[in-house]
């Protein structure tokens, strides 16, 4: 069993090319970019890398057309 890694905000942003504000938004209002998170402490947010590519890998297409079969 692989040890799970967890990322910081800051590196969740960095893999998705978006702001750490951008994901602490999205965690506050529920939209945006959904990825489950850890809270450990008041201040200490973590993300699961495998969520990370799991949503990464969600929102991957061929083509514009399997946007809309999606929605």
Same mark, same amino acid.
């Given at each position: =069993? ?12 960095? $893999?998705? =090319? ?6 602490? =938004?999205? $965690? ?9 998170? *850890?809270?450990?402490? =008041?201040?200490? *947010? $973590?993300? $699961? ?6 949503? *990464? ?9 399997? *946007?809309?079969?999606?929605?």
């Amino acid at each position: =069993n692989m040890a799970t890694k967890l990322l910081t905000p800051k590196q969740t942003g960095v $893999r998705l =090319n978006i702001s750490d504000v951008t994901l602490a =938004n999205s $965690r506050s209002t529920g939209t945006g970019i959904t990825i489950p998170f *850890i809270k450990l402490s =008041n201040k200490a *947010i $973590r993300y $699961r890398e495998s969520d990370v590519e799991a949503y *990464i890998d969600s929102h991957t297409y061929n083509h514009t057309g399997e *946007i809309m079969e999606v929605l």
